[in-house]
């Protein structure tokens, strides 16, 4: 199982309405594209008057990951979406992808 660990550095005074069409738009059409998404919120973390926030998504592998993306930010429900609203308010974002297993993901979904 791949874990993809997305984090957004975004402009001060951003956080509260990006994390509002994440979770109310955003992770709803990733949900409907059947992407895995097993956390998301705010980042206890901050720089420079930055905020930060988090997204978890789970993969059964790194090419089904690359393909659910692809199809996922290519499509115009993502496009003519939410995609204008989470794209506007990020600075700088940094993913990685780790291999897991499926317990650790569990574990993951329940502390968050």
């Known amino acids: 199982m791949i874990l993809e660990i997305r984090t957004y550095r975004l402009h001060p005074g951003t956080r509260e309405e990006f ?7 955003s992770i709803p059409l990733l949900e ?9 919120g705010a980042s206890r973390y901050a720089e420079d008057g930055h905020e930060e926030a988090f997204l978890m ?9 690359r393909e659910q993306e692809d199809a ?16 506007g ?6 993913s990685i992808a ?7 993901v569990a574990g993951l979904r329940q502390a968050t």
Do not use: C, N
Request: glycine share 4%; hydrophobic share 50%; proline share 4%.
């Open 19 to 25: 994390l509002r069409v994440m979770t109310e738009e």
């Open 32 to 40: 409907k594209a059947g992407i895995d998404v097993v956390a998301a």
């Open 57 to 65: 998504r789970a993969f059964d592998s790194l090419e089904r990951m």
């Open 72 to 87: 996922f930010y290519s499509s115009a429900a993502w496009l003519e979406g939410p995609r204008e609203a989470i794209v």
């Open 89 to 94: 308010p990020i600075v700088q974002y940094h």
């Open 98 to 104: 780790v291999e897991t297993s499926a317990a650790v």
